[in-house]
């Protein structure tokens, strides 16, 4: 079983479910972004063993799939009153096709990873259904109707069944044409046509949204997974009197000296707004206000690390650092090498992921007139 195109999903996204909030059925409603039945599409979509998609809309919801249409190997359907009804809509979507296996998913479920769909679609070389679950762990208990404990349950090979549930596509679509449209789930209609379903590890994070507080849990782990953060700083000082600049911590002699509140180090000011900027927390006066007489003359090494923990606070640690000063003189490129250890060290991260370079501006504006100096710098963090 090598040929993509004979592996098909079935997403069933027919329901009406309100509970969830938002006044909307949950699928329409967005995660980070995107609707909730776009997230799980892609899940399958972007799975490189899965070919044809079927999704199956209820009747009201159709104007909602156009640019799904326009893809060739996706199949858009109207369901029908039962969950049954919409899966065999689905199914029959498919005829045709040349569909081997098919996997047929619940919408809610926008999480669910490629290892799972792999587990799903390995198990069917072997069986002729097979779906994703966890043991349970918890005690199970027989609650009274007032509340109290009246027994408990043996939890011993009992299991919290997820989707996607997998079968030989044929001895599904057969299944479920002599069925009577009441089985709970496709596992279901599959055990009562006599077909073995084969467990497979499921995973916690193939949840499925069904109340208000799953939509934060998604959020949250969607988070998790993917979350990276740009930011970029900017900043100038003037030149002023003096022997010596300050640039990412290092003193290089000069004729003249940046001007500015703190000790005016430009690059370090720039790479702290950046992070800073990745995380919206606003910029470096609004963490160190210059009216505020303890910053004055301060290190800026208190502002870089400050930025620095804030992120860690945040959950992020900081990928990488690219850095550019902007000056005719001093010299810079002589210095780079300390300037990114220096960094480097503050932010606890490996010199190779901190990169200083200069340029100059050609003797044009005020940096090629020698009034000051600018730096510019660009940060990646990622949720670690
Ligand atoms: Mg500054």
């Known amino acids: 079983m090598n040929d993509k195109t004979c592996i098909a999903a079935v997403i069933v996204a027919a329901g009406r479910g309100m509970r969830a909030g938002g006044g909307l059925p949950k699928q329409w409603r967005l995660l980070r972004g995107r609707s909730v039945a776009a997230h799980t599409i892609a899940a399958f979509r972007t799975h490189p063993r899965v070919g044809p998609v079927a999704l199956v809309l209820h009747p009201d919801d159709m104007a909602m799939a156009p640019g799904w249409e326009a893809h060739p190997d996706m199949i858009v359907v109207a369901g029908g009153a039962t969950r049954a009804a919409s899966v065999r809509a689905g199914l029959e979507g498919l005829a045709g096709r040349g569909v081997d296996r098919v996997l047929i998913h619940d919408v809610a479920r926008p999480l669910v990873g490629a290892d799972v769909i792999d587990r799903v679609i390995a198990a069917l070389d072997t069986a002729p259904g097979a779906a994703p679950a966890l043991p349970i762990v918890d005690a199970l208990w027989v609650g009274a109707a007032g509340g109290t404990v009246e027994g408990t349950r043996d939890r011993a090979g009992l299991w919290r ?47 499925k949204i069904t109340g208000p507080g799953d939509f934060a849990r998604a959020e949250a782990l969607l988070e998790d997974g993917m979350d990276i953060r740009i930011g970029n700083g900017f900043d100038v000082h003037a030149f002023g009197e003096g022997d010596r600049v300050v640039l990412c911590g290092v003193e290089i002699p000069h004729t003249r000296a940046l001007t500015g509140h703190s000790d ?26 210059p009216s505020d007489p303890q910053w004055k003359g301060a290190a800026s090494r208190i502002f870089l690390s400050r930025a620095a923990e804030i992120a860690a606070t945040r959950g992020y640690a900081l990928s990488n650092v690219d850095l550019t ?21 503050i932010l606890d991260i490996e010199p190779s ?10 003797r044009l504006g005020f940096t090629g007139r020698e009034e000051g100096i600018a730096a510019m710098a660009t940060v990646a963090l990622v949720k670690a």
């Open 325 to 345: 000063l902007i000056c005719e003189r001093p010299k810079v490129g002589p210095h780079a090498g300390r300037m990114s250890r220096e960094l480097a060290t």
């Open 353 to 362: 992921r901190v990169s200083v370079k200069a340029t100059t501006s050609e």
């Open 161 to 207: 069944a997820q989707t996607p549930q997998g079968f030989r596509f044929e001895a599904i679509r057969a299944a479920h044409r002599t069925g009577d449209g009441s089985a709970a789930d496709d596992v279901a209609v599959a055990r009562a046509a006599g077909l073995d379903v084969r467990i497979v590890e499921g995973d916690e994070r193939n949840l």
């Open 264 to 289: 005016a180090d430009v690059g370090m000011h720039a790479v702290t707004d950046a992070i800073l900027g990745a995380l919206a927390e606003g910029d470096i006066g609004r963490h160190f206000p």
